[in-house]
């Protein structure tokens, strides 16, 4: 066997132990449309805002308990259509790389992104229910870093570079308590969309 061959063979078992053990099948395009997703719900967060503080704005009479549940349908809103996107992108990247998108692998990979999540969103109630509004777009960014780090060992190790990157942005955002909205279409939406762009020149091209 030449060393040609014996490398290439080291390749070959390299792509069927990731295959085994990653799911390799994100979509670079999921990416950017979710980044699109939130900047559009930042603009519109910010719209309302805006409103709200204002005498005169369409905002300006809600009460404050229905304003704030307005913020959370916007938030809610992004966050589902960024999963059902993720999902249908998803599903067809894996069908067409003869991949099961329900995997031991995704699996994995789902169990680990989801314990930091969770984990956030339960301390993101509890800054809710102590008053601490303004940490809890920071505590989102953070926790959301967290997640990807924490699931990146199943996946793409690109996805750990976006974590970081988030968790870097949501720790400079709680020394800049106000400006949260900005700091979370920066970190949801810009660098989704840097992420997306370079998952799909990378592996969907």
């Known amino acids: 066997m030449s060393e040609k061959d014996y490398l290439q063979d080291l390749t070959?078992?390299?792509?069927?132990?990731?295959?085994?053990?990653?799911?390799i099948s994100l979509s670079g395009l999921s990416g950017i449309l979710a980044g699109i997703y939130a900047l559009l719900g930042a603009t519109l967060g910010n719209y309302l805002i805006n409103s709200y503080q204002s005498a005169y704005g369409p905002a300006a009479f809600l009460p404050i308990s229905y304003f704030e549940l307005l913020l959370v349908a916007v938030a809610g809103l992004v966050l589902l259509f960024s999963i059902l996107t993720a999902y249908f992108l998803t599903k067809k990247k894996a069908s067409k790389n003869n991949?099961?998108?329900?995997?031991?692998?995704?699996?994995?990979?789902?169990?680990?992104f989801m314990i930091p999540l969770i984990t956030g969103g339960l301390f993101c109630f509890i800054l809710y229910q102590n008053s601490l509004i303004g940490l809890i777009a920071p505590s989102t960014l953070i926790f959301y870093g967290l997640a990807c780090i924490n699931a990146s060992k199943y996946t793409i190790g690109t996805i750990k570079y976006l974590g970081i990157t988030e968790v870097i942005i949501g720790?400079?955002?709680?020394?800049?308590?106000?400006?949260?909205?900005?700091?979370?279409?920066?970190g949801f939406g810009v660098c989704h969309i840097v992420y997306g762009i370079v998952m799909y020149r990378k592996y969907d091209k």
């Open 99 to 112: 991949e099961k998108i329900w995997s031991t692998s995704s699996k994995r990979l789902l169990q680990h």
């Open 171 to 186: 720790l400079i955002s709680t020394q800049f308590i106000g400006y949260g909205l900005y700091f979370w279409a920066l």
């Open 12 to 23: 070959e078992i390299k792509s069927i132990m990731n295959k085994s053990t990653r799911f």
